[in-house]
């Protein structure tokens, strides 16, 4: 479904602040396949999101989605295959529109804009049905400008304007990480219902080491712009945040040590 | 007065567009100076040399269009900082609508014009006049408040409001800035066209501060009627428009000139634009105040939010 093939990317190439986001990175989602993301800080996490999101365009390498080529192809003409949640609960809607208003926007996702009615009766019929399974009760506010709903409510929607209008890849980019606890698990729990459901092909960048083991179907850990363990399903249930840091801890070692041996 | 309410009226159709930038696309753009000229130019040409006098004003609104499109291009394509990109044009329109007119003032004595049924039954500065006008508003409001209700006009309210998470849903903003630039100046073409109409003539001095005029019209009109829904935000912008020409007037009448009158509409522009600043207000402060910040923390314990 997803096909990253040898993706590298260095940042101001050339200058003292030249930094390599990406080495030579290869990852194959197949169909429904939930992977999340975890490395430090600068490993290359959210560069990775970003080629497939279309933000950034790699030095080379290509991206395949659903064996189409879409590594030239701008964000915006990608949309109709990826849906996006960003870390910021304010980034994925319009605050100044209504609830019934932002889900019309995602439910044209990709498709030709014209002069028929954003909202109409049949649509709104759609979208309180979608919005009820959030369980948040926002199908009884479909006129509120979404400026006013909580962050939690806000990413939740967010998430739902991601994923119901049919895309075949998700990516979530750190999409709990800026709610408190109470609010990061109940996303965490719709975003586990949701890609079920949906039978999307995921790829969810984390922090938290904990939700990575617990959410989705296989892991991969990330560092300095390289994918230093990959688990399947059976290694991901077997292992533990402790197993975790140790291997990060054991890797990380020995690539030190190779570089300190070259020097 | 009754003129007052009349210009107010015309002026409204430029407010309209002001609007649809500065509120809608969140771009300060500064065409409208020399938009408002480009219209009544080629709208009085073209009724000098026998066109229909309507289809004179339609051609002033493509104009008008033709002009938001090349500051959209320098914006979007050019990578142009907005306000400079608006700027440009607006200085390269200057030489073009002295070319246009041929020399800087253009009378239309004994033409026939789209206001000369009024003005030969003498219905100018009537309340005849004033429904009509107003009538001619309330239907450029309704073809906009219809737009923004359209998938692609929620789009373009998109675009203004998070342009980040609208690309992600599939829209190229660059069309919609640029759509939205153009329908913006071509309302302001077609403005110019009849004010040229109106006083009888066209000079390549009169768009000269109409995008101040244009942004009283909106920021006065919208905090004292407010912006909750669309046809609200929009109405407001014609009453705002008409508020702008009687305060005009009564500065008139109060002994100020008319070269004073440019002073006025800056000093009117930065008053609405500070009062929100001032927290002694209250609540009207935040309505004045501009976008999401409108959104208060007192709306919301109206609608009882929080998860």
């Known amino acids: 479904m997803l096909e990253i093939t040898s993706l590298n990317k260095t940042f101001f190439p050339g200058t003292v602040n030249e930094r390599k ?18 490395g430090s800080n600068g490993a290359g996490k959210s560069t990775v999101l970003n080629m497939v999101g279309g933000k950034l365009r790699p030095d080379t390498g290509t991206v395949r989605v659903a064996g189409k080529d879409v590594t030239r192809l701008a964000d915006h003409s990608r949309a109709r295959y990826i849906g996006r949640v960003f870390q910021d609960p304010m980034a994925g809607t319009a605050p100044n529109m209504t609830i019934e208003e932002n889900m019309a926007l ?13 909202v109409t009766k049949r649509k709104r019929e759609q979208f309180v049905e979608e919005l009820r399974s959030l369980e948040l009760g926002l199908e009884n506010r479909l006129k509120a400008k979404v400026g006013l709903l909580s962050g939690g409510q806000r990413q939740a929607l967010s998430l739902l304007m991601a994923t119901f209008s049919g895309p075949k890849i998700l990516l979530l980019d750190e999409h709990t990480a800026a709610l408190d606890p109470q609010r990061a698990a109940l996303v965490a729990r719709l975003t586990e219902e949701i890609v079920v459901r949906h039978q999307l ?20 850990m990330m560092h300095d712009g390289q994918v230093i363990l990959d688990l399947d399903s059976e290694q991901k249930a077997q292992m533990t945040v402790p197993g975790l840091l140790h291997e990060f801890e054991k890797i990380k070692g020995a690539q030190l040590d190779d570089r300190t041996m070259l020097q | 007065m009754i003129t007052a309410v009349e210009l107010g009226l015309i002026y409204a159709i430029m407010a309209l567009g002001v609007y649809l930038t500065f509120r809608i696309l969140d771009f300060p753009d500064l065409t409208v100076d020399g938009s408002f000229t480009t219209g009544a130019a080629v709208a009085s040409i073209s009724i000098i040399n026998g066109v229909n006098p309507f289809l004179a004003t339609a051609f002033a609104f493509f104009i008008g269009a033709a002009a938001g499109v090349i500051t959209g291009l320098l914006h979007t394509k050019g ?21 246009i007119m041929g020399k800087a003032n253009l009378p239309l004595l004994g033409e026939t014009t789209v206001l000369t049924f009024l003005r030969e039954n003498r219905l100018l500065g009537t309340w005849v006049s004033v429904g009509l ?24 309210r998109a675009t203004g409001d998070n342009e980040e998470m609208i690309r992600s849903l599939g829209v190229n903003t660059d069309n919609q800035k640029i759509l939205g630039l153009a329908l913006s100046n071509g ?3 077609i403005s110019g066209a009849v004010i040229a109409q109106f006083q009888g003539f066209a000079d390549i001095g009169m768009g000269i501060g109409v995008i101040l ?19 609200i935000a929009a109405l407001a912008v014609v009453f705002g428009s008409v ?19 440019k002073l006025i509409s800056a000093v009117l522009v930065v008053i609405a634009l500070l009062l929100p600043q001032w927290k002694g207000l209250g609540k009207f402060a935040n309505r004045i105040s501009i976008r999401s910040k409108s959104i208060t923390t007192e709306d919301k314990k109206e609608v009882g939010v929080d998860a």
């Open chain 2, 79 to 99: 990578k142009i900082d907005g306000l400079l990109a608006g700027i440009l044009t607006m200085i390269a329109l200057y030489s073009i609508n002295l070319r």
């Open chain 1, 201 to 220: 092909t995921t790829l969810m960048v984390t922090h938290n080491m904990e939700q990575a083991l617990r959410l989705g179907t296989r892991l991969i």
């Open chain 2, 213 to 231: 005029i244009g942004l009283a019209s909106v920021i006065v009109g919208q905090a004292i009627f407010g912006q909750k829904f669309i046809w």
């Open chain 2, 133 to 156: 006008m107003f009538l001619g508003c309330l239907v450029a409001v309704a073809v906009i408040v219809w737009f923004l209700r359209t998938d692609v006009g929620l789009a373009m």
């Open chain 2, 187 to 189: 309302l302001v073409g």
């Open chain 1, 21 to 38: 986001a990406l080495r030579n990175i290869n990852l194959t989602l197949t169909d429904g396949e939930f992977v999340t993301v975890i």
């Open chain 2, 243 to 261: 508020a702008y020409r009687l305060v005009i007037q009564l500065s008139l009448q109060a002994g100020l000139e008319v070269n004073d009158m």
């Open chain 1, 106 to 118: 995602a439910l044209g996702r990709g498709t030709f804009r014209g002069l028929g009615f954003g």
